[in-house]
């Protein structure tokens, strides 16, 4: 059972009401069980995600809110059932650390689907306690939910693969966007878009970055190597791109026209939605004129997961990253609401408690 505790065995940084402000706070993490990995926690990755909860914007939130679920580090302890991994092992943790296990999704390795899951933090787990994420010195979680880094890849940039990498990852490999020479549309340049646009120069694929802000066309055509950019809001270079692009992936987050973006699909094109903006509102010509497809994808299962992991090791993959302390925390939530990061906060969680 986890329990807040005035001299816990878990230091953090919780957010107490919906103001969001974070400081910090001790509690106690569980008992090491017989499946389960216990790990000194060295970076988490900070997520739109921290802010909806810690401020409450989806009523929901259970107080006090430790936020954070893109956790890498160093695994100190394992049940006695667990042989996947040892003490010394690096190990991420990503959005869930439950799941029934019973269900077709978790048999089919989709275990974000299960109607039982439990998210990483701001989740009831099994045994009754809310769960406390990665904003903290360590975490215990079930052996299922905990993946394997490889040892050369630095854990600081595998942070963000395990909710911004795994969130684009999935569709793009589900709808099969990793076919060489195809095109591919990214609508967004944060913290996903930048790794939807990583993984299609990976893919092969010919990447063009859609943003309603100019001052990102040097970043993503000079720095992510994207062939082309274009400024959404200009109706003319919109129209320019009808027809020519096999794939988009969608990460914005914010309110959109649909229309535009689908019309540059060519016949067959798919386009996937992988945020949550506040109305979905397109014509059905823009979908049904071009046989086109229309779908929406969260982050992946376990299976898919520890692939992209693999994958990003062996072709040397790395998010863009800018590395803080915790005790910078609320001026990066504040930074990443207005969207100035590039592109993902990664909290020095070991330098950070000393």
């Known amino acids: 059972m986890e329990g807040e505790s005035a001299k816990g065995n878990c230091l953090a940084w919780a957010a107490r009401d919906p103001s969001g402000i974070l400081s910090p706070y001790q509690f106690d993490r569980r008992v090491v069980g017989t499946n389960d990995v216990a790990l000194k926690i060295k970076y988490c990755g900070v997520c739109y995600a921290d802010v909806v909860w810690t401020r409450n914007l989806h009523n929901d939130s259970m107080y006090p809110v430790v936020p954070g679920h893109e956790i890498t580090g160093v695994v100190t302890e394992v049940g006695s059932n667990v042989t996947q991994f040892k003490v010394g092992d690096h190990v991420g943790v990503g959005t869930y650390v439950n799941s029934c296990r019973d269900c077709e999704m978790c048999n089919d390795f989709l275990e974000i689907h299960c109607k039982k899951n439990v998210y990483t933090f701001n989740g009831i787990d099994y045994d009754g306690t809310v769960t406390k994420g990665g904003y903290s010195s360590n975490i215990v979680v079930h052996d299922r939910y905990c993946f394997k880094i490889p040892d050369e890849y630095p854990l600081e940039f595998a942070a963000p693969l395990l909710c911004a990498g795994i969130t684009v990852y999935k569709p793009m490999m589900?709808?099969?966007?990793?076919?060489?020479?195809?095109?591919l549309g990214v609508?967004?340049?944060?913290?996903?878009?930048?790794?939807?646009v990583k993984f299609g120069k990976a893919f092969g694929l010919n990447v063009t970055v859609f943003s309603t802000s100019e001052s990102k066309r040097d970043e993503a055509i000079n720095i992510l190597g994207a062939e082309k950019f274009v400024v959404s809001s200009d109706t003319q270079q919109m129209q320019e791109m009808e027809g020519k692009l096999d794939f988009i992936v969608d990460t914005a987050a914010g309110n959109h026209p649909f229309d535009p973006y689908l019309n540059t699909l060519k016949v067959h094109g798919i386009m996937v939605?992988?945020?949550?903006?506040?109305?979905?509102?397109?014509?059905?010509?823009?979908?049904?004129?071009?046989?086109?497809?229309?779908?929406?994808?969260?982050?992946?299962?376990?299976?898919?997961?520890?692939?992209?992991?693999e994958y990003c090791a062996a072709q040397k993959i790395y998010p863009k990253i800018e590395l803080i302390k915790i005790d910078y925390i609320n001026e990066?939530?504040?930074r990443m609401i207005?969207?100035?990061?590039?592109?993902?906060?990664?909290?020095?969680?070991?330098?950070?408690?000393?």
């Open 174 to 183: 589900h709808h099969k966007m990793n076919q060489p020479g195809k095109s």
């Open 187 to 196: 609508v967004g340049l944060g913290g996903l878009g930048h790794m939807a």
């Open 273 to 309: 939605l992988v945020a949550f903006p506040g109305e979905i509102k397109f014509s059905p010509r823009s979908l049904n004129v071009g046989a086109r497809t229309f779908a929406g994808s969260i982050t992946g299962g376990t299976k898919d997961t520890k692939s992209m992991l």
């Open 332 to 334: 990066a939530l504040e």
């Open 338 to 354: 207005k969207r100035d990061v590039k592109y993902r906060f990664v909290i020095d969680i070991e330098n950070s408690f000393k």
